[in-house]
């Protein structure tokens, strides 16, 4: 049975940091090319950055510059550093596209 847990999210000020996790299990984890996206209130999941499978990573212009993914494969996880966070990076964070419990980050003063 494939797995996805995120975890490492929480209330941050503004112009904090936190670093996400997504702990895999039942897939062959270090071929495939893995990404996080995240989804505020109301609004659509967006994919705002990937990793595959040798390391090339892509970002969205929203989070270009702040956030930094990375991934280790004899761990089976994925992960997201944030820094600089703004109020508007506020959202439930996920690995997958679908589904997922997430992780909530909130950015508040």
């Known amino acids: 049975q494939v797995q996805f847990v995120e975890s490492g999210g929480g209330l941050v000020q503004p112009g904090g940091s936190l670093r996400l996790s997504c702990a895999a299990s039942?897939?062959?984890?270090?071929?495939?090319?893995l990404g996080w996206y995240r989804q505020a209130p109301g609004k659509q999941r967006d994919l705002i950055a990937t990793i595959n499978s040798g390391g090339a990573t892509k970002y969205a212009d929203s989070v270009k510059g702040r956030f930094t993914i990375s991934r280790d494969n004899a761990k089976n996880t994925v992960y997201l550093q944030m820094n600089s966070l703004k109020p508007e990076d506020t959202a439930v964070y996920y690995c997958?596209?679908?589904g997922g419990q997430g992780t909530q980050v909130t950015v508040s003063s």
């Open positions: 997958t596209a679908q």
């Open positions: 039942g897939v062959m984890f270090s071929i495939y090319t």
